[in-house]
């Protein structure tokens, strides 16, 4: 039974590794020169747009940054329970009964998280640029990039593939404009 815990643990433990170095190595490097440009009036804007009175710096953010802001939030609240999760299994002042909830809540969460990943695909599927799933909260959160307002019959559509996908849960559609 040890010997499961551990290798729980450990294979949790390196596919974080994994999804941290991959994102890591994807993420765009980014130096200190490469935040502000000069202008030739003497104010700065950086490549967003922003733009800096002496005081305060606006700048834009667009919607793959929003996209990569709620993933990385979602990844880590996932992340925390997980860890939380492996504690307890990994835990010898628990009882045997405590653990095995433990281990099943935390292929409950794998579970979900790959379904999410499943239903993203599909979505992107039906011709939407970009979509994110958002199932940690009381009601199951989809976020698509379109170009234009969504209709009722697509966020309908989307409403059925998560339905399918999840069971009968209480989806919530959203959508966030693509800026070109």
């Known amino acids: 039974m040890l010997l499961k815990k551990q290798t729980v643990w450990l294979l949790t433990m390196l596919s974080l590794i994994i ?22 009036d003497g104010k700065e804007a950086s490549k967003e747009g922003a733009e800096t009175d002496g005081k305060s710096v606006v700048s834009e ?5 929003l996209f990569m802001e ?5 990844q880590d609240k996932r992340s925390q329970l997980a860890q939380n999760y ?24 794998q579970e979900l998280g790959m379904k999410e990943d499943t239903l993203e695909t599909l979505i992107k599927g039906m011709g ?5 799933v958002n199932t ?3 009601e199951v959160t989809i976020i698509v990039r379109v170009d234009e307002k969504l209709s009722a019959q697509e966020a309908n559509a989307i ?3 998560a339905k399918e ?6 989806v919530a559609v959203q959508y966030q404009a693509a800026k070109n």
């Open 19 to 40: 999804v941290l170095s991959v994102y890591y190595i994807t993420s765009p490097e980014q130096s200190p020169a490469d935040l502000a440009t000069e202008q030739k």
């Open 61 to 65: 953010i667009t919607s793959d940054e």
């Open 70 to 74: 709620l993933r990385m939030k979602i």
């Open 86 to 109: 492996n504690e307890v299994i990994a835990s010898t002042s628990v009882s045997a009964e405590v653990q095995s909830e433990a281990l099943d809540q935390l292929t409950a969460l």
């Open 128 to 132: 939407y640029e970009d979509v994110l």
């Open 136 to 138: 940690m909260g009381e």
């Open 159 to 161: 409403m059925r593939k």
């Open 165 to 170: 996908q999840l069971g009968d849960k209480q």
